[in-house]
């Protein structure tokens, strides 16, 4: 078979390597692609941009691709799925209505509160100074989140008021009348952050090994939100009962409800979940993807064969198929450049990759390109170095020991990634 990978990131490069090493599997492309899946065996990259859906409708049926994985949410979200389909071509990921769990924060918070999956309380503004009056009696911590897609960096955790006012100000006060797009205010969750991501069918549900992602930037959860800065699995805070309490309270009234609202999904659909230390859980957020950078880890512990889950999917039969997993943990460090999440410049030449190699570890590619026989920062977030190991402290000081060579100007990563699951 001929498969395509729409993105250009980590969790792309994963996704790419992991189909490649399916039997099955002929050649796969990527669009459009990084340094990484550049140099993968069996991987070719395609100069295609993500939200670009004719030329990568017209690259599919000029390639005769045979199945078709998008992994980033802006394809999707603009129905990529639905023009596919149109055309007879197979491609895994949720339809546009679907995709509006991501699409939009104002959306998927009503579709919580419609069917009564457990979520934090909320309220939609469009207007900046009934905003403020609101935040005003409710008082800090309170979230704020911009409305659409923000690459995991539109949310503001205010610790005090003030942030939230200013929060505010930049998203609602931009305009003469003081209105924008709409913005989601939710009650602050206190706990333990998890990513528990499925594989779906439209009806069934197939649980990925579970994961936990580090969103701030600095060490000790501090600094500005980004798309991740790292992740592990599995998250020992989803223990055998949380498991099951997620499968029965969320997922799969999830999947009921999109049903039932005329939008059945199928596709990668990611729960962010807050578990609070007597078991009580309640939905962050819902991505309709693999995560970036939960993809990495887990992706390094799949020992079925994806391509085989995937088209289980398709046919509707994901209840009679399991997923299999490597017992040990796996740990991934983001390396990023300088800026980020703000603004960075590319450019910059990485080094040290060749000496970076360890067994039972893989670097995964995100936001590079190659040019001159070198390898270049062209982004945020550069690389993901990942490790599995006998338990999570292994695990993590290999990708630690597997970073260590690799440097860029300016690059910097956390250095404390699995805290949580190290304390435990």
Not at 221 to 250: C, F, H, K, W
Not at 333 to 348: L, R
Request: proline content about 6%; charged content about 20%; overall charge negative.
């Amino acid at each position: 078979m001929k498969l395509l990978v729409i993105g250009g990131g980590g969790r792309e490069h994963a996704l790419a390597w992991k189909l490649q090493s399916s039997p099955r599997v002929r050649e796969v492309l990527v669009a459009p692609g990084n340094a990484g899946t550049a140099a993968e065996p069996g991987v070719r990259n395609v100069a295609v941009a993500v939200d670009d859906l004719d030329a990568l409708l017209a690259l599919a049926q000029s390639e005769a691709i045979d199945l078709t994985v998008v992994g980033p949410e802006v394809p999707l979200v603009l129905g990529i799925v639905d023009r596919f389909e149109a055309a007879g071509l197979r491609i895994f990921g949720p339809r546009r209505a679907a995709a509006q769990l991501e699409g939009s924060k104002a959306y998927a918070k009503a579709f919580l509160a419609r069917h009564q999956i457990p979520t934090a309380g909320y309220a939609v503004f469009t207007e900046l100074a009934p905003a403020l009056a609101h935040v005003r009696q409710l008082g800090a911590p309170i979230v704020i989140k911009a409305d659409g897609l923000k690459a995991g960096k539109g949310v503001v955790v205010a610790m005090q008021l003030a942030e939230a006012e200013a929060a505010l100000l930049e998203l609602l006060g931009s305009t003469p009348t003081g209105a924008g797009a709409p913005v989601v205010i939710e009650r602050f969750l206190e706990g333990e952050e998890a990513s528990y991501i499925v594989l779906c069918d439209g009806q069934h549900a197939l649980p990925m090994a579970s994961s936990q992602d580090h969103k701030r930037r600095d060490a000790g959860d501090l600094g500005p939100n980004t798309g991740g800065m790292g992740a592990y699995s599995p998250a020992p805070v989803v223990s055998a009962e949380i498991d099951q309490r997620v499968m029965a309270t969320v997922i799969l009234p999830t999947l009921a409800g999109m049903a039932a609202d005329g939008a059945p999904f199928r596709g990668f659909l990611y729960a962010g979940l807050m578990i609070r230390g007597d078991g009580d859980l309640q939905v962050l957020e819902f991505n309709v993807r693999l995560g970036d950078p939960e993809a990495q880890p887990i992706l390094l512990r799949l020992r079925s064969d994806l391509l085989e889950l995937i088209e289980a999917a398709l046919a509707g039969q994901l209840d009679r198929v399991n997923a299999h997993w490597d017992p040990r943990p796996a740990v991934a460090v983001v390396i990023a450049a300088a800026g980020y999440p703000g603004a960075v410049h590319g450019g910059e030449v990485v080094c040290g990759l060749d000496a970076a190699a360890l067994p039972d570890s893989k670097i995964f590619h995100g936001a590079t390109r190659s040019e001159h026989n070198q390898v270049l920062t062209s982004g945020g977030r550069v690389l993901t170095v990942c490790a599995l190991g006998a338990d999570i402290g292994a695990a993590r000081n290999r990708a630690y020991q597997a970073l260590a060579p690799i440097h860029f100007a300016g690059g910097f990563y956390r250095s404390d990634i699995a805290h949580l699951a190290l304390r435990r």
